[in-house]
């Protein structure tokens, strides 16, 4: 798969650095500084969003080559709602367009579509294009591209304990049978199964906070904070933080072997 990326002389000499047996196998990322990328060329900050959408098609197709298992982008978050209307109708947009389009080169990559959040509150043809997306990459048996639309970290958390607590009452379960692994079940990535939990988490723009994402997912994920805007992310970035990514020494609270 890496011969891919042959002809791109800049990429292919970073890829040749990459350990191809330990590519993290689930990638997730903030994508933050769309606004603060179109501040900087004085357009408003909706040429930020658009452009962000070719970082999303050139990263999704790397990371799939480069032989991730999942990537999980936050493209949207419940703290969302708070911009103005106008940047929120646009964003809600997006996906109608984006998926028209990108579907199509999707399958061709052999990558599946997911999504999670609280879609039902989404706008009736922003979550239509999201469930046509969904169906269309079914099949495919590659890459699972998973969006976080309309997801906050605190709210999946306290969902997933409403829902025990309410087994609970029903007595199908007792308050002391609750495990980790329960709970993680009950958990909107669920269905990732043994890649539920990112290997890494990347955030590009310099900001260093994880804003509400993954809260239980990423207890032991290595964090990379880019100063890269995310827009100007390239697949080449990925890379580089994938080797950067290698070059951790992951214990999971234990003591180094040897």
């Not at 179109?38 to 070719?54: N, S």
């Not at 995310?230 to 999971?252: A, G, H």
């Amino acid at each position: 798969m890496f011969s891919k990326f042959i002809k791109n002389n800049n990429l292919g000499k970073i890829v040749q650095k990459m350990d191809k047996e330990r590519v993290p196998q689930h990638i997730a990322i903030i994508m933050d500084g769309n606004g603060r990328w179109a501040q900087k060329r004085h357009l408003p900050r909706i040429a930020g969003h658009k452009t962000a959408l070719t970082t999303v098609k050139e990263v999704t197709k790397a990371a799939s080559n480069f032989g991730v298992k999942v990537l999980t982008l936050y493209t949207f978050s419940t703290e969302n709602w708070k911009r103005p209307k106008k940047e929120v109708e646009f964003l809600m947009s997006l996906p109608i367009t984006f998926f028209d389009t990108f579907v199509p080169e999707l399958i061709e990559n052999n990558i599946q579509v997911t999504a999670m959040g609280e879609l039902s509150e989404l706008p009736t043809e922003t979550l239509a294009a999201v469930n046509r997306a969904i169906t269309q990459t079914s099949h495919c048996t590659g890459m699972i591209l998973n969006f976080a639309i309309n997801y906050g970290g605190r709210d999946e958390i306290v969902t997933a304990v409403r829902n025990l607590a309410a087994k609970v009452e029903k007595k199908e379960l007792t308050a002391d049978s609750i495990d980790e692994s329960m709970i993680s079940d009950a958990l909107m990535t669920s269905n990732l199964k043994k890649f539920a939990n990112p290997d890494l988490l990347i955030r590009t723009s310099g900001e260093q906070r994880i804003s509400n994402f993954l809260l239980w997912q990423l207890a032991y994920s290595e964090f990379i904070f880019s100063d890269v805007l995310w827009p100007d992310y390239t697949p080449e970035d990925l890379c580089e933080n994938i080797i950067e990514y290698q070059k951790r020494d992951r214990r999971f609270g234990g003591l180094k072997k040897g």
